[in-house]
Every structure is written in C-alpha cells, then in structure tokens.
C-alpha cells in the first residue's frame, strides 16, 4: 500500500484558495512528525510547512506565513494544507511527507523525512 497520496492540487487563479490533503492510511505506526513541501521547475525541492505529532506546533516557511495553514486529523489518518491568498510563485509540485515512527519534531530537510508521496501539481495564474 503507497504510505501517502495526496489529492487536492489545481489550476487557480490568484488570490485564490486551494486545500491541499495527504492520506497516510499506508501508514501503521505512530507519534511522527509530518510536512508539506514543493518543487518548481529548475528548482531544489524546499520545506513549506511542518506540524507535530498532536499538532500543537506548527512551523512555516517566511515565505508563505500567514498565508497557509497546516493541520492533522490523526483519527482520519490525514494531513491538510490551507492556501490562501496564493501567487504565482507558489506554483509548484506539493508533496506530503512522514518523519519515520517515533521523530515527532519538525524537520525542514528533505532527507529526515522517510515516506513521500507522489505529488500534486499547484498552478496559479497570475
């Protein structure tokens, strides 16, 4: 079973809102920390959100702060990303990504995040 799928993605204008989902129902452990990041054409795969185990810390990246929310649902086995006010240069690939069982601190390096999913393609028009 793939650990993460994310669904959510799309064409919007800006200004718009889109609400990114990941579903970890590939995964059957617990207590791990879970983040959102992206990759635009041509550049290195970058952190954009982050959130604990229970959710009680959140972290973001300056960039889109105060614009994005991140959040889980445990009993759903789900991770959100709220956007908001989006601009062009948040177009992009999103991918959800899970901290191995047991790491419940945020990272924002790729490589201390053990699962991945696929990717879902964030367009914003300007």
């Known amino acids: 079973q793939v650990p993460l799928v994310e669904s959510g993605g799309g064409l919007v204008q800006a200004g718009g809102s889109l609400r990114l989902s990941c579903a970890a129902s590939g995964r059957t452990g617990s207590r791990y920390a879970m983040g959102w990041f992206r990759q635009a054409p041509g550049k290195e795969r970058e952190f954009v959100a982050g959130i604990t185990w229970l959710g009680s810390n959140t972290y973001y990246a300056d960039s889109v702060k105060g614009r994005f929310t991140i959040s889980r649902d445990n009993a759903k086995n789900t991770l959100y990303l709220q956007m908001n006010s989006l601009k062009p240069e948040d177009t992009a690939v999103y991918y959800c990504?899970?901290?191995?069982?047991?790491?419940?601190?945020?990272?924002?390096?790729?490589?201390?995040?053990?699962?991945w999913g696929q990717g879902t393609q964030v367009t914003v028009s300007a």
């Open positions: 990504a899970a901290r191995r069982y047991g790491s419940t601190s945020v990272s924002s390096l790729p490589a201390d995040y053990d699962d």
